[in-house]
């Protein structure tokens, strides 16, 4: 017996509750029901045909999610187009990959977030494999302080023109990303660790960070690593398949 079967009338109700336009979805298919009737016997008719077809509750749900991930699809894009400058083109953000590349890659991440590190190497991986593909690094650092410090090294670091060999070492080092972790990558890339304390302080850091958290809510990210590819949003570690299907389908457009 299918589970649905088995919860019984009060479930059904509660689901049929969740909107009236799904009653109408399921009401469509239903013998005897018709759209604009109302009262006990419509209510009565839907429920007794949902309990023996249980799957057209399924399937009206599903069709609910799909019109509401339309939506929502349509309006990131919108954002997107309206943000694009912000999004891809801020002077201030560091690029990595090629510069001159056809599809840019944006990402919002933080230094502590264990699924940006999942998704590092992956990142590494295609960049090797994809010689037009531009990286775009928007630091946004949610997770406490010590991601504040690193997003401040790490964008501190581009005045020493190691920006993009600092990110990478940053992402793929073990264990909490804290003040001396950074100095100590730092220097392991041949930053100069005194002045980079001193950039770190440079307003324009400050400034940067808080257009990059003022995107991310205007592109409704609510966690890291989130990607922009084109006009197309993705959330998430995705694997290097995934990533490079929104590659594909951004170069496609």
């Known amino acids: 017996m299918s589970p649905l079967k088995t919860v019984g009338l009060g479930f059904v109700g509660a689901v049929l509750a969740i909107g009236a336009w799904i009653a109408l979805d399921v009401a469509g298919v239903v013998p005897g029901a018709r759209l604009g009737q109302r009262g006990s016997d419509f209510e009565q008719r839907v429920r007794d045909y949902v309990i023996e077809n249980p799957q057209v509750l399924v399937e009206s749900l599903q069709r609910?999610?799909?019109?509401?991930?339309?939506?929502?699809?349509?309006?990131?894009?919108?954002?997107?187009?309206?943000?694009?400058?912000?999004?891809?083109?801020?002077?201030?953000?560091?690029?990595?990959?090629?510069?001159?590349?056809?599809?840019?890659?944006?990402?919002?991440?933080?230094?502590?977030?264990?699924?940006?590190?999942?998704?590092?190497?992956?990142l590494v991986e295609i960049e090797k494999d994809d010689a037009k593909l531009r990286f775009v690094y928007k630091e946004w650092p949610i997770l406490g302080p010590n991601s504040e410090f690193a997003a401040r090294a790490a964008l501190a670091s581009r005045s020493q023109g190691k920006y993009v060999e600092f990110h990478k070492r940053l992402m793929l080092t073990?264990?909490?990303?804290?003040?001396?972790?950074?100095?100590?990558?730092?220097?392991?890339?041949?930053?100069?660790?005194?002045?980079?304390?001193?950039?770190?302080?440079?307003?324009?850091?400050?400034a940067l960070i808080e257009r990059n958290r003022d995107l991310a809510r205007a592109l409704r990210i609510t966690g890291t690593p989130s990607f922009?590819?084109?006009?197309?949003?993705?959330?998430?570690?995705?694997?290097?398949?995934v990533i490079r299907g929104f590659i594909r389908t951004a170069r496609e457009r």
Request: glycine share 6%; aromatic share 6%.
């Open 174 to 206: 073990s264990g909490l990303v804290n003040e001396s972790k950074v100095f100590e990558v730092a220097a392991q890339v041949g930053l100069d660790v005194d002045r980079l304390k001193q950039d770190m302080e440079a307003p324009e850091i400050t």
């Open 228 to 241: 922009v590819i084109g006009d197309q949003m993705l959330r998430g570690a995705a694997d290097a398949e």
């Open 64 to 122: 609910m999610q799909e019109r509401q991930r339309a939506t929502q699809t349509d309006e990131i894009a919108q954002i997107i187009a309206s943000r694009r400058e912000d999004i891809f083109h801020d002077p201030a953000t560091p690029v990595g990959g090629n510069p001159q590349g056809d599809v840019s890659l944006v990402e919002f991440f933080d230094y502590n977030c264990p699924y940006c590190r999942r998704v590092a190497p992956t």
